[in-house]
């Protein structure tokens, strides 16, 4: 099975940078996805990663290492809409169906 | 372009009855996949249907069974309603199956209370 790890509730202020760490234990690894979800509303895709290192698409970036089983999200310029909760979802190969984690509920104070 | 859409978006049943939950893919999208979300946790896979047959299913009991139609639309049953069945149930598309980083579109959810 696959074992995902993130930390529950993450606070930060408006306009600094945050982290959100993901780790992971699975077998058959082939690719990580981060998703962003708001209160009351539909997951929504942020980004994908197959290779080691970091990937940026604007003020999110996301890095993966596979020898360490660990990934990070990084959040720049925090704006108060980025209130919300971030999923890790490891992809295995053979049946690409992403497991998540319990996500990390992040919330963005003045 | 139309998204991934849900109904209803909220419901309250009693222990023991019988739901059934609706959704219709993302335009485009052939494959369509159940999620369960209990409140605090992530999304938990239920199972995915393509070309109108379940081809893989997580760790949920028989009395969770669907269904998907030749326009890709699908349906989610739930038999003998329990109290831990009262969560988000989250349908998800994509387009295509079986390889890496096919992205999945999530719906809004429908909101399930068993009382």
């Known amino acids: 099975g696959q074992n995902i790890d993130q930390p529950t509730e993450m606070t930060a202020t408006e306009g600094a940078i945050v982290q959100i760490n993901c780790t992971y234990q699975?077998?058959?690894?082939?690719?990580l996805f981060w998703y962003q979800q708001h209160a009351g509303e539909a997951p929504t895709f942020l980004s994908y990663n197959v290779l080691d290192g970091l990937e940026e698409k604007g003020r999110f970036s996301s890095f993966l290492s596979r020898s360490k089983g660990y990934s990070y999200l990084l959040l720049k310029e925090l704006q108060m809409k980025d209130s919300a909760s971030y999923l890790c979802a490891v992809e295995v190969g053979g049946s690409y169906i992403p497991t998540f984690g319990r996500g990390t509920s992040l919330i963005v104070h003045p | 372009d139309a998204g991934v859409t849900q109904s209803p978006t909220h419901l309250i049943k009693t222990r023991g009855q019988q739901v059934t939950l609706r959704c219709s893919p993302k335009s485009g999208h052939d494959t369509v996949s159940w999620y369960q979300q209990a409140l605090g946790q992530g999304p938990q896979f239920i199972f995915q249907?393509?070309?109108?047959?379940?081809?893989q299913r997580g760790n949920f009991p028989d009395r969770f069974s669907g269904h998907q139609f030749p326009n890709y639309s699908s349906e989610l049953n739930v038999n003998a309603l329990l109290l831990g069945d009262s969560a988000l149930y989250l349908c998800?598309?994509?387009?295509?199956?079986?390889?890496?980083?096919?992205?999945?579109?999530f719906g809004e959810g429908s909101w399930l209370t068993v009382v």
């Open positions: 699975t077998s058959g690894f082939n690719g």
């Open positions: 249907y393509y070309e109108e047959e379940e081809r």
């Open positions: 998800a598309s994509s387009r295509g199956q079986h390889f890496s980083g096919n992205t999945i579109y």
